[in-house]
């Protein structure tokens, strides 16, 4: 028998993981249509209840390792591992999520979605905010305080008080273009869709070409941060100025 011989893998480029809320519909569908060629995905679940409201939220932390274990665990191969929750970030702490991650998984870079929006809104140069949510007003105010904690200057803040995450998923991109420019104000330099149960990939070129300002989106801000972490710097069309010009 001759020798085994080897190459990089089917996804040399890099390898992302990604923890996502266990009710997420939506996040593979859209991180698989953004990753280029070379760059392979796996995803993780976290436990939490269906109800989107903080205290489920704030539940989902003594979760996270556990959900972290059932991750690829037998791969030293993941350059990122990102916790993709917007909301989960803000009320569970930014700095504790990304501790738990990078205690878990050592080997590779630990990173959450709010990372990725806030690298996204430093690339566009965005510090006047108008932010469209999916929630309550109780995750609103706490996205709010964080927001302008780390120096933000939110001009516009308005939620849809949605339930969960499948009545999330069922909102019709045409509604959150037009919900977008409602929240949308002269001042903001920049219109951040927050949720990643939202189909907000899908509008933010048209946002952007009527608004005439960078529009963010969820996914699209963690998949773009996480690429770039792991060195993948390629520019696509497709998923507005953030892909295109950054």
Known sequence: MKPIRYDAGPYPRARLAFLCVANAGLTEGEMHAMAPDGVGLSFGRVPMAAACSVESLAAMESELLRALGSLAPGRRDIDVVCYNCTAGSVVIGNDKVRSLLAQARPGAIAATLLDGVTAALAAVGARRLAIAT????????????????????????????????????????????????????PDADAVFISCGALRSTAVIERLEDTLGKPVIGSNQASMWHCLRLAGVRDRMRGYGSLFKDH
């Open 134 to 185: 999916a929630y309550d007003d109780a995750v609103n105010e706490l996205e709010r305080r964080c927001f302008e904690g780390m120096g933000y200057d939110v001009i516009s803040l308005q939620g849809l008080d949605l339930p969960d995450d499948e009545t999330m998923n069922r909102v019709s991109p045409d509604f959150l273009y037009e919900f977008a420019l409602s929240v949308d104000r």
